[in-house]
């Protein structure tokens, strides 16, 4: 396997938005980690996401003959029992790597290796059952709410509200992200009503802003990503769907960057708002869907 076909499998161009992710669990459960504990936490859930798209592909090899001839695997440039094992290989290390960073942070390993057991789980579910399951967009929302919580309890074991709060908003926009998704190898949207999901985080970040006034400018982004991807969503002319799709990917930064301003981190929150660039760079280099 080449390097460049293991980055395409991975969808690497989206990897910023799990580390926002990251950012954004550890600072809603009200904690952070010293530096070495955190690169390990940030390479488990990289392993996670990478480790879950290698498996997408590998359940969707039939199908990708006909709709996707280039990827790796139908192209025959990479063999799916090899996808299957390796995907199956990080998923693991996740698991292991969230019990070691869990012993290093003193929280211990039980419940941030049980986070990592979840996600994995939540991972295959979606891949396996994702084109023919209607609530695969739910499914792969909770594969995202899974890395805010295992960075919770990194830290904590006793998650407060505000990363429930969050944990659900992030649900609401990878529902509206997913559906959107689903149409992409359609080149049309049926129906437009799940995007107002996308909403949720919007009208909640509104509320933030007269008890943060920073979050105001990472609203403003947010909602500028939103807008300008349901425009090309509703225009539907010529790669307008996955410019959408992948708009709303490197927006998951963007919800996470509020959600940190809103807890007075502003700082944190520019960190976040880099990801957000770094992964629209990074997209015309590796397709991000």
């Given at each position: 396997m080449s390097w460049a076909d293991a980055l395409r499998l991975g969808r690497v161009s989206n990897l910023p938005t799990v580390w926002t992710n990251t950012l954004a669990g550890l600072v809603l459960a009200g904690g952070f980690l010293s530096p070495a504990p955190l690169i390990l936490l940030l390479l488990a859930v990289s392993l996670a996401y990478v480790g879950g798209m290698f498996l997408n592909d590998a359940f969707d090899a039939e199908i990708?003959?006909?709709?996707?001839p280039e990827r790796p695997i139908p192209s025959g440039r990479v063999g799916r029992e090899a996808v299957?094992?390796?995907?199956?290989?990080?998923?693991?290390?996740?698991?292991?790597?969230?019990?070691?960073?869990?012993?290093?942070?003193?929280?211990g390993p039980l419940w941030p290796a049980l986070a990592g057991l979840a996600l994995a789980a939540l991972i295959v579910l979606y891949n396996w059952?994702?084109?023919?399951?209607?609530?695969?967009?739910?499914?792969?929302?909770?594969?995202?709410?899974m890395v805010y919580l295992a960075a919770g309890l990194c830290v904590t074991a006793d998650l407060p509200p505000a990363l429930w709060i969050g944990?659900?908003?992030?649900?609401?926009?990878?529902?509206?992200?997913?559906y959107a998704a689903k149409q992409e190898s359609l080149g049309h949207v049926a129906n437009l009503w799940p995007l107002?999901?996308?909403?949720?985080?919007?009208?909640?970040?509104?509320?933030?802003?007269?008890?943060?006034?920073?979050?105001?400018?990472?609203?403003?982004?947010?909602?500028?990503a939103v807008i300008a991807s349901l425009v090309f969503l509703r225009r539907r002319g010529p790669g307008d769907i996955p410019r959408a799709?992948?708009?709303?990917?490197?927006?998951?930064?963007?919800?996470?960057?509020?959600?940190?301003?809103?807890?007075?981190?502003?700082?944190?929150?520019?960190?976040?708002?880099?990801?957000f660039a770094l992964t629209l760079f990074l997209q015309r280099f590796v397709r991000g869907t």
């Open positions: 990708d003959v006909a709709q996707r299957f094992a390796f995907g199956a290989a990080m998923l693991a290390a996740n698991v292991i790597s969230l019990g070691i960073v869990g012993s290093l942070s003193g929280t059952r994702h084109k023919s399951n209607p609530l695969s967009p739910v499914v792969m929302g909770l594969c995202r709410v944990a659900a908003l992030l649900l609401c926009h990878l529902i509206g992200l997913t107002l999901f996308l909403a949720a985080p919007l009208l909640y970040g509104l509320a933030l802003v007269p008890r943060e006034p920073a979050t105001a400018l990472f609203w403003l982004a947010l909602a500028a799709v992948m708009t709303l990917i490197a927006a998951i930064s963007l919800l996470d960057a509020m959600l940190i301003a809103g807890q007075g981190r502003p700082g944190l929150a520019a960190a976040a708002l880099l990801g």
